[in-house]
C-alpha cells in the first residue's frame, strides 16, 4: 500500500501496490501494520457497501461525533465517484475545506478519511458500488451530517441534471458551530 499525503493533514489517498503476473495482479488493500507503520488507525470494525443505480447519486455529507467518531478507508469496487472530504476539526488549519478525489474500478484508489471528516460522494456512471472499511461500530445516536450544498462549504460537486439524492441528505440544516 502506498499512501500519498494529501493537503489534510491525517487525510492519505492510498494507491494499492499491484504484483503482477500472467494472471493479472494481486495487492494488498487493508494492513493493520502498515496503517500502524503509517500513525493510523488501524482497527477494522466493520465493512459496508453502497451500491447505486443511477448516475449522479449523491450521499453525503456524513460522519460520527463524539464519543463514537470513526475513520474510513473508502474504495469504489465498480463504476467510479466524485469522492469528498471536509474538515471538521475546528482546530485545524483547514477547518471547514474540502478536498476531492476520484475513485475507480480502474484507478483503484482508495481514500483514508480520519476522525473528524465528513465524508460523501456522487456516482459519475450507473452501477457504482463503493466499500467502506470503517473504525467503529455505526451508532445512530453519534450520527452527524452536512448539507451537500451548504454554502459555508461551497463544495464544487461535478454538474448533474438529473442529481439523485434522499430526503433526509437534501434537508439538513445549514451549518452551525
Given at each position: 500500500?502506498?499512501?500519498i499525503?494529501?493537503a489534510?493533514?491525517?487525510?492519505?489517498?492510498?494507491?494499492?501496490e499491484?504484483?503482477?503476473?500472467?494472471?493479472g495482479?494481486?495487492?494488498?488493500s487493508?494492513?493493520?501494520?502498515?496503517?500502524?507503520?503509517?500513525?493510523l488507525?488501524?482497527?477494522l470494525?466493520?465493512?459496508?457497501?453502497?451500491?447505486?443505480?443511477?448516475?449522479?447519486?449523491?450521499?453525503?455529507?456524513?460522519?460520527?461525533?463524539?464519543?463514537?467518531e470513526?475513520?474510513?478507508?473508502?474504495?469504489?469496487?465498480?463504476g467510479?465517484i466524485?469522492?469528498?472530504?471536509?474538515?471538521?476539526?475546528p482546530e485545524?488549519a483547514?477547518?471547514k475545506q474540502?478536498?476531492?478525489v476520484e475513485l475507480?474500478?480502474?484507478?483503484?484508489?482508495?481514500?483514508?478519511?480520519?476522525?473528524?471528516f465528513?465524508h460523501?460522494?456522487?456516482?459519475?456512471?450507473?452501477?457504482?458500488?463503493?466499500?467502506?472499511?470503517?473504525?467503529e461500530f455505526y451508532?445512530?445516536?453519534?450520527?452527524?451530517?452536512?448539507?451537500?450544498?451548504?454554502?459555508?462549504?461551497?463544495?464544487?460537486?461535478?454538474?448533474?441534471?438529473?442529481?439523485?439524492?434522499?430526503?433526509?441528505?437534501?434537508?439538513?440544516?445549514?451549518?452551525?458551530?
Amino acid at each position: 500500500m502506498k499512501f500519498i499525503p494529501t493537503a489534510f493533514e491525517g487525510a492519505y489517498i492510498i494507491d494499492l501496490e499491484p504484483i503482477e503476473d500472467e494472471r493479472g495482479f494481486f495487492a494488498r488493500s487493508w494492513c493493520a501494520d502498515e496503517l500502524r507503520a503509517q500513525g493510523l488507525v488501524s482497527n477494522l470494525a466493520q465493512c459496508s457497501v453502497s451500491f447505486n443505480k443511477k448516475r449522479g447519486t449523491l450521499r453525503g455529507m456524513h460522519y460520527q461525533g463524539a464519543p463514537h467518531e470513526e475513520t474510513k478507508i473508502v474504495r469504489c469496487t465498480a463504476g467510479s465517484i466524485y469522492d469528498v472530504i471536509v474538515d471538521m476539526r475546528p482546530e485545524s488549519a483547514t477547518f471547514k475545506q474540502w478536498l476531492s478525489v476520484e475513485l475507480s474500478a480502474e484507478n483503484r484508489r482508495m481514500i483514508y478519511v480520519p476522525v473528524g471528516f465528513a465524508h460523501g460522494f456522487q456516482s459519475l456512471i450507473e452501477n457504482t458500488e463503493v466499500f467502506y472499511m470503517v473504525s467503529e461500530f455505526y451508532r445512530p445516536e453519534s450520527s452527524c451530517s452536512l448539507r451537500w450544498n451548504d454554502p459555508q462549504f461551497a463544495i464544487e460537486w461535478p454538474h448533474e441534471e438529473h442529481r439523485v439524492i434522499s430526503s433526509r441528505d437534501r434537508n439538513y440544516p445549514d451549518f452551525v458551530l
